[in-house]
């Protein structure tokens, strides 16, 4: 698969909820965005346990120092820096670049492995 | 041994008797005729009071049929030919080789003159019960004569039949038999708190008649005199032992047929069990030694050798909600025994222990207000004090610490299971009560074992916490309590001054839950939409496939078609599927995020508002059809289930909370299974509470009766607020009173007397909801800032979620299977099945029978 190395601006950094995700599309591919205490983090939309794509609905938080976000559907937690589980050993999603420039928000696509 | 046996009597241990001889006697070798005084097979007459409650009498039953074993239900024994060997009944004659008389006892009432007026009653059997009840339909006051532990019962029951009530007792105390003067001090303490009155060293010298004929006062020998409509004597009971003595069979000094160790009688062919057994001489009148009689005798019968083991007179009970116990030499009648006791006016605990000359054994003891030690305590009769005796009374000193016993100590004596038992299925695995009571069983009757199971965790180091997660080290009900007298408003305040981290998906939505529970305004906003699951963060419910579902309020199930029509029509544009729910409402479900405020501007416009089938809140208020069309109906059930639904719609609470509204006894709206449901009755409405379908169904407790619709609210404002502020996490009501410290009759204290001085907090609590309330949809709809979660992509708006695609079954749309895994590979992930593609579904392919037209 082809890994974007170009930013795409997404929006405006406004438009991120401190500690809610937003979906955007990238390329066809459903990014999940969140603005946090730590900063912004980009991982796949996509719930690799059930598979529907719906990480952005997550809560977010913490465990111990970790930033976390939790599916919506089963409640498995996933550090939003390296996209690993922490309930399911070897379960990981994919996590994508992400920074703010003048205001807005841009991403990209960043190939795992 | 075999041939012809014949037992007299089915109540509890005549029947015990027959389960057990059938165990010993698999081949039938005994022919087995039972006859019995009373209409219905054996019952639990040790929950009698039950009945009360609403255990209906199907529910007490301890019948169950034997092959060989003929029962003949309302044909009383009346006379022994010992000579013949024939029992003979009205009707019929039965031969017998071996005869087993299991007659009970009957209550003894004193012959005082009037003691058999009309509203004069005895309390032994379900037919005593249901002619009280009938009885008190419409009365206001009663009496009970006797303030023993039946005495205790019987005022308690009238209490709950609405009656004001009074209790007459000879002895100078309360129980006199299980409990000494002191503890029958505070025991009265108790009674008295809860509107009985108590008259106590004194004697009913008559019972009086009013104008018509029927018992109206009951006068007293010290000169007093107590008004009284209903009379129920409880003042002692008496072995029923006529026909063995018309048969010349040698009596105990007591009365009771009179038996040896091995339960036989003079005559070698006749023994005596349970109640009416003079056991060398003395009488039981509790079960457990009556139900060892019947086992011995089983015993004898197949040609053992069992004898009487002795009786242990341990007794531990929650009369009107307060916890007796008393164990042992309770009376401490040992020659020169010590007496320990401990009395706190201010907690209302008295304990006293009785121990051995040198204080090193421990022999007995007597509890009262607080009986947690109880277990511990009996489990040590008779072996050295776990503890010095102090620690061991003073009331949640921990003393009692079951640490301490002996593997061998009993830890369950409902269950049988010993702290060896117990410890084994720690060092098993099992890490916390739930999985104890599962592996041994212990906890899973009366429940008094608990508070010890959780000790043996303790001494095993196995950590029992109430904090809610990481990042808060207190339970929800003390987070309550910080955010409500705090004031805190916000996550953020509450995590820095009370907690640590950032949080997650357990702590926010439970603070989120506070918040609204305490009226802080729309879920979604400041921060407090970050704190939301995402089910009340779209104000819908997430589906598997990332859709959402949309459930409209209709309260009580009652919809006119005009409004029927517009959720056909909306499911129809909008290409929903659409399923009528087990709540009595209407679903539609696939929607997507930016579809939802499409669907609920129609809904709202047709005059919809949110179901919260999203919500830890409110679901339904299911109804019947009642008194406005049912031929059986005696009150209007579905305006009742309306005016609730309306009243507390919107309420966000631990848990979701369900109700139901029947029109009468027939129950069709199955009330009994919600946190609160209510029975209409010719007078008014039957409150229960505390039910559950679901994972572990659970019928509910009846609470409070004949209420009218205006003392019905309040009760239910109460429940519901006290339940909000002091329910754990994701507890349901059924649950929580499970798990409450003195149940049921805590919680009517609390809401019915005031006892914490809660109500009117409660209710305030309450006004300000309902006052409050506004639909959270149409506030969603009014306000832009709100609308603009609502987008399937933020920088996509318009792109409708291309992975939520439909596949067609039975006519309407479902989500696509199969696709996810697909998507995935494309875009060169790791390949990983889906959880969920290891699961099996069965494949639903048989043909649709055709309907014709
Ligand atoms: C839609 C419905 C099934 C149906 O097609 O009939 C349903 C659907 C769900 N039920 Fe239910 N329950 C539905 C009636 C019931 C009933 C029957 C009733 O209410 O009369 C029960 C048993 C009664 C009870 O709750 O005591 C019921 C017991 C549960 C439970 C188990 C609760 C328990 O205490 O054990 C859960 C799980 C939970 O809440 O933790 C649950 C959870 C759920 C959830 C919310 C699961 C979830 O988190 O996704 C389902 C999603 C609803 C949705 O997407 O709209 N549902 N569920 C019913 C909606 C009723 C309504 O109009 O609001
Ligand atoms: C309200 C209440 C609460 C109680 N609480 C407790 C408690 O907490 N703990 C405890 O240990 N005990 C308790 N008891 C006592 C317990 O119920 C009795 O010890 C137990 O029922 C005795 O069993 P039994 O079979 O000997 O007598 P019963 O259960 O009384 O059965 C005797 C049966 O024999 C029948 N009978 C009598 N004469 C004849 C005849 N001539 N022909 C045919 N049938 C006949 C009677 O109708 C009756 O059905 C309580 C009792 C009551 C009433
Ligand atoms: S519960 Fe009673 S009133 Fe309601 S529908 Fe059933 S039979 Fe009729
Ligand atoms: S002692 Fe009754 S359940 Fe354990």
């Given at each position: 698969m082809n890994a974007t190395l170009a930013w795409t601006p997404v929006c405006r950094l406004d438009r991120l909820e401190p500690d809610r995700g937003v979906a955007a599309l990238v390329d066809g591919v459903q990014v999940a965005l969140f603005r946090t205490a730590d900063g912004l983090f980009a991982i796949d939309n996509q719930d690799p346990v059930s598979g529907a794509y719906v990480l952005s609905r997550g809560i977010v938080g913490s465990r111990g120092e970790v930033p976390t976000v939790a599916s919506p559907l089963h409640k498995q937690v996933y550090d939003l820096r390296t996209g690993h589980c922490l309930d399911l050993p070897g379960v990981a999603v994919a996590r994508h670049a992400v920074r703010c420039r003048d205001g807005l928000v841009e991403v990209r696509l960043r190939q795992e492995d | 041994m075999n041939g012809d046996l014949v037992v007299i009597g089915n109540g509890m241990v005549g029947q015990r008797f027959v389960d057990a001889l059938r165990a010993r006697d698999p081949h039938g070798r005994w022919r087995v005729t039972v006859l019995a005084e009373e209409g219905r097979p054996a019952y639990d007459r040790v929950r009698l009071s039950a009945f009360f409650d609403g255990v209906d009498a199907d529910a007490l039953n301890l019948h169950t049929p034997h092959d060989g074993v003929r029962l003949r239900l309302g044909e009383p024994a009346t006379a022994i030919d010992r000579d013949r060997r024939v029992v003979s009944t009205a009707t019929a004659e039965h031969r017998y080789d071996a005869l087993v008389l299991a007659t009970g006892s009957y209550p003894f009432v004193p012959p005082v003159p009037g003691a058999d007026l009309p509203g004069v009653f005895v309390y032994r059997t379900l037919d005593d019960l249901a002619a009280i009840r009938e009885y008190a339909r419409g009365r206001r006051v009663g009496a009970v004569i006797g303030g023993g532990l039946l005495g205790l019962e019987a005022a308690n029951a009238l209490r709950l039949l609405g009656l004001s009530t009074d209790v007459v007792e000879f002895a100078p105390r309360l129980m006199p038999v299980q409990v000494d003067p002191a503890g029958g001090a505070m025991l009265r303490r108790y009674v008295e708190e809860l509107g009985v009155r108590t008259h106590l060293g004194v004697a009913t010298t008559a019972i009086r008649p009013g104008p018509d004929g029927a018992v109206a006062a009951l006068e007293l020998s010290d000169g007093g005199a107590v008004d009284a409509e209903l009379v129920v004597v409880a003042a002692g009971i008496r072995p029923r032992d006529e026909l063995a003595r018309a048969a010349g069979l040698p009596l105990g000094p007591r009365g009771g047929v009179l038996v040896d160790a091995t339960c036989r009688s003079a005559d070698e062919r006749i023994w005596a069990v349970g109640e009416c057994a003079a056991v060398d001489g003395t009488c039981h009148g509790l079960v457990a030694p009556g139900y060892a009689t019947a086992e011995v005798v089983a015993d004898r019968l197949v040609g053992g050798a069992a004898t009487f083991p002795g009786a242990d007179t341990a007794t531990k009970l929650k009369l009107l909600g307060v916890d007796v116990a008393s164990f042992g030499d309770a009376h401490g009648v040992t020659p020169g025994c010590l007496d320990v006791t401990f009395t706190d006016p201010a907690t209302r605990v008295y304990a006293k222990l009785v121990l051995s000359d040198d204080a090193s054994t421990l022999l007995g003891g007597v509890l009262v207000g607080?009986?947690?030690?109880y277990p511990t305590l009996r489990a040590s009769v008779g072996g050295p004090l776990p503890a010095a005796p102090l620690a061991l009374l003073a009331p949640d000193g921990g003393g009692a610490d079951a640490g301490a016993l002996p593997a061998s100590a009993q830890v369950c004596s409902c269950n049988a299971v010993t702290r060896g038992d117990v410890d084994a299925a720690i060092a098993g695995g099992c890490a916390d009560v739930p999985a104890l009571k599962a592996c041994t069983r212990a906890g899973t009757s009366c429940g008094s074992c608990v508070p010890m199971l959780k000790q043996l965790l303790d001494a095993a180091g196995v950590a029992q916490s109430t904090a809610l997660c990481e990042h808060f080290d207190v339970s929800r009900r003390e987070l309550f309590d910080i955010v409500r007298v705090r004031g805190i408003r916000t996550f953020s305040r509450l995590v820095a001054e009370h907690g640590r981290g950032r949080g997650c998906d357990i702590c926010k939505p439970v603070v989120a839950s506070i918040l609204a529970s305490l009226g802080a305004g729309h879920v979604l906003d400041g921060e407090r939409a970050s704190l939301q699951d995402t089910n009340d963060h779209f104000l819908a419910n997430l589906q598997r496939d990332g859709s959402y579902s949309v459930v409209p309020r209709i309260p009580g199930g009652e919809i006119t078609p005009e409004k029927l029509i517009v959720i056909g029509e909306v499911a129809r544009d909008f290409q929903l599927y659409t399923k009528i729910t087990g709540g009595q409402r209407i679903d539609l479900f696939g929607a997507r995020v930016e579809q939802l405020p499409q669907i609920w501007r129609r809904l709202v416009d047709a005059g919809f508002e949110s179901g919260h089938a999203y919500g830890k809140a409110l679901r339904t208020v299911k109804s019947c059809v009642g008194e406005t069309w049912c031929r059986y109906g005696v009150q209007d059930s579905v305006g009742l289930a309306v005016a609730l639904e309306l009243r507390y719609r919107g309420l966000r609470a631990p848990h979701k909370i369900k109700s139901a509204v029947s029109g009468c006894a027939r129950e069709c709206a199955e009330a009994r299974s919600k946190d609160f449901g209510v029975i209409a009755t010719e007078t008014g409405w039957n409150l229960y509470v505390g039910g559950n379908g679901g994972f572990r169904p659970r019928h509910a407790d009846l609470f409070a009766t004949d209420l009218s619709t205006e003392a019905l609210i309040p009760l239910i404002d109460r429940f519901l607020m006290y339940y909000i502020r002091t329910a754990d996490r994701l507890q349901r009501t059924a649950a929580w009173i499970e798990a409450m410290d003195g149940g049921l009759d805590h919680l009517r204290a609390v809401i019915v007397d005031d006892s914490l001085g809660l109500c009117a907090d409660l209710d305030a609590a309450m006004a300000r909801h309902v006052g409050s309330y506004s639909d959270e949809w149409r506030d969603v709809l009014n306000d832009p800032e709100r609308l603009r979660r609502f987008t399937s992509f933020v920088n996509a708006p318009d792109v409708p979620d291309p992975s939520i695609t439909f596949a067609l079954e039975r006519g309407q749309p479902v989500p696509a299977r199969g696709g996810m895994v697909t998507a995935r590979d494309e875009r060169g992930g790791?390949?990983?099945?889906?959880?969920?593609?290891g699961r099996r579904r069965q494949p639903v392919t048989l043909g649709l029978p055709e309907v014709r037209r």
């Open positions: - | 607080d009986a947690s030690a790791r390949e990983r099945e889906p959880a969920e593609a």
